[in-house]
């Protein structure tokens, strides 16, 4: 019987359970794909305080050195059900593990959202990605357009401008919701074209890959097609809760409706990181929540 298991080994969960550690209690990490999380896909951090411009993949091994140094259970698996069991909480995972434990913290963070198009789940992997750092390679030299207004998008621009020929940024509204300095430094490249205000509304595929997209203007109505070896799609990100759903208050967008200790109505579990409902969903504040939700966890296990 774990005192904490953790659901999630991104930033948010890697710092609870570096709280969690340091607060004498026993620990499980429980990741399904790779520790890190969404950080680990990002090029270049330039926005954490204290630790100069580094890779995400870079900070987030850093991070998990320090989760191990602390001799943190970690293990592999996709957590698919909590159950309350008395005082008991258990961890069902689709690889058919069951961790007791008596507290849980879900830090499950978000996954890409789609752009809703009919064939747009048929194309990835031909011509459609949802990560530039993955994919970016692939389209070396090419014309490659990003979709999305956020960080993200902007990120992924600059990250493929470095590498392709033409890099089009295509954006719903006039303005841009990312970084201001991101916008500045992607906008001053001369292989980047900004196309606002911008719908896709086809992807164009004649032989099985992407060709080519097709905008609508939101303004004239004016319909465009554009020639594209790939499309990033960067329009955000959708919560990784729907397992959850029976032990966290969940808002309409799915994110767990909890204030900043993360404490779910039903005892003993607390989520944390980009899964739950905020305003900023950035590094700094992941990791915020992951201390707090660890710290309310650790005063629950005291009072009981
Ligand atoms: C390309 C990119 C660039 C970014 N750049 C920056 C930046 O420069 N600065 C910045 O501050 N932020 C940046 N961000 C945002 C930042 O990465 C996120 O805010 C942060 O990673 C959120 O942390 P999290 O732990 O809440 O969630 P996540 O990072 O999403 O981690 C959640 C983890 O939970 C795991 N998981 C999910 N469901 C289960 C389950 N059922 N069982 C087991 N494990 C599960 C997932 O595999 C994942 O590893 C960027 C994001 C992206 C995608």
Avoid: W
Wanted: net charge negative; hydrophobic share 40%; proline share 3%.
């Amino acid at each position: 019987m774990y005192d904490i298991v953790i659901i999630g080994g991104g930033p948010a969960g890697m710092t609870a359970a570096i709280y969690a550690r340091r607060n004498g209690r026993s620990v499980l990490l429980l990741e399904k794909e790779g520790f890190g999380g969404q950080i680990a896909y990002a090029p270049r951090v330039e926005n954490y305080p204290g630790v100069a411009p580094v890779s995400g993949a870079e900070l987030a091994e850093r991070m998990m050195e320090q989760v191990l140094a602390l001799d943190t259970e970690t293990d592999i698996g996709t957590a698919v059900s909590v159950l309350i069991e008395d005082d008991r909480r258990v961890v069902l995972t689709e690889e058919g593990e069951r961790y007791e434990t008596r507290a849980v913290i879900i830090a499950a963070g978000a996954r890409h959202r789609q752009l809703s198009l009919p064939n747009e789940t048929a194309l990835v992997g031909r011509g459609v990605s949802y990560c530039a750092v993955c994919d970016g390679s692939f389209y070396a030299g090419g014309t490659v357009a990003v979709v999305g207004g956020g960080d993200s998008a902007l990120q992924e621009a600059l990250l493929l401008s470095d590498i392709c020929a033409q890099v089009y940024l295509i954006h719903r509204r006039e303005t841009f919701r990312g970084d201001v300095t991101k916008q500045l430094r992607l906008f001053a490249r001369d292989n980047v074209t900004v196309l606002t205000p911008k719908r896709v509304t086809e992807l164009i595929a004649p032989e099985g890959d992407l060709t080519a997209v097709r905008l609508r203007d939101a303004v004239t109505g004016e319909e465009t097609t554009l020639d594209v070896d790939a499309l990033f799609v960067s329009v955000g990100q959708v919560p990784e809760l729907d397992s959850f759903s029976d032990v966290l208050p969940l808002t309409a967008a799915g994110y767990a409706a909890l204030g900043e200790g993360g404490e779910s109505p039903a005892e003993g579990i607390f989520a944390a990181g980009d899964c739950r409902d905020k305003s900023v969903r950035q590094l700094a504040t992941a990791v915020s929540d992951g201390a707090c939700a660890a710290i309310s966890a650790c005063r629950y296990l005291e009072s009981t």
